[in-house]
């Protein structure tokens, strides 16, 4: 049973850049959310999708748009980079309402560096 | 949202138990309380959640007062493997509302042999 799987792995850009950031959730999950974790800090919620669809949004710029599709995966773009967008970005799958147990499965990230 | 205090830092030993304890004063009704585990350079991991009294799994023990304004983590018998931050979010997860749940800075936790 796979879990859930990030690429890529490590990447680097340069300031102005755009970047593509892409999971798979949970075999059997549908809801996919993208977190982005800063180096010594927890991770901060960016968006949430579910049925292909913006769910929720944390306090995050509309450079950071994602997309949903019909298999479930995910992916994150980041616009006009910026030298603080350099993190650790995390997905993680789950079940959508009304199975949703508020368990988060992760990937093992993304990390970004943005020179 | 129900913000959560917990401490920056933890030293302990194999073998013993580790206690963690997280505030959150301004819990709802409607939250559970949930902890994870994150190794360096991985995603976190889920370890427990509860909204009253005491869970317990194969992992780990969870102790919420009748108040709910706190919790505390119990990890029986460290050991060096268990070197981590751990998470404590207060939010209603099963609910879908995963852009509530707030990760603070949590609790490094270092086992020493």
């Known amino acids: 049973d796979a879990g859930v799987t990030q690429s890529p792995t490590h990447l680097i850009k340069t300031r102005g850049q755009q970047v593509t950031l892409r999971c798979s959730p949970k075999?059997?999950?549908?809801?996919v959310s993208w977190y982005q974790q800063a180096l010594g800090q927890g991770p901060q919620f960016i968006f949430q999708?579910?049925?292909?669809?913006?769910?929720q949004r944390g306090n995050f710029p509309d450079r950071f748009s994602g997309h949903q599709y019909p298999n479930y995966s995910s992916e994150l773009n980041v616009n006009a980079l910026l030298l603080g967008d350099s993190a650790l970005y995390l997905c993680?799958?789950?079940?959508?309402?009304?199975?949703?147990?508020?368990?988060?499965?992760f990937g093992e990230g993304s990390r970004l560096t943005v020179l | 949202l129900a913000k959560t205090t917990q401490p920056i830092s933890m030293d302990s030993y194999e073998g013993q138990e580790v206690n963690i304890t997280c505030s959150h004063n301004?819990?709802?009704?409607?939250?559970?309380i949930t902890w994870y585990q994150q190794f360096p350079s991985q995603g976190p991991r889920f370890i427990i959640q509860?909204?009253?009294t005491k869970v317990t799994n194969e992992v780990a023990s969870l102790f919420i007062p009748a108040d709910r304004k706190s919790s505390t983590l119990s990890l029986p018998r460290v050991s060096l493997s268990d070197t981590a931050v751990y998470y404590c979010?207060?939010?209603?997860?099963?609910?879908?509302?995963?852009?509530?749940?707030?990760f603070g800075k949590g609790t490094k936790l270092s086992v020493k042999p």
């Open positions: 509860g909204y009253k």
């Open positions: 301004n819990i709802a009704t409607n939250d559970y």
């Open positions: 075999s059997g999950h549908d809801t």
């Open positions: 993680a799958s789950s079940l959508g309402p009304p199975r949703d147990t508020g368990e988060l499965f």
């Open positions: 999708y579910y049925e292909e669809e913006e769910r």
């Open positions: 979010l207060v939010g209603d997860p099963p609910r879908g509302s995963q852009g509530n749940l707030i």
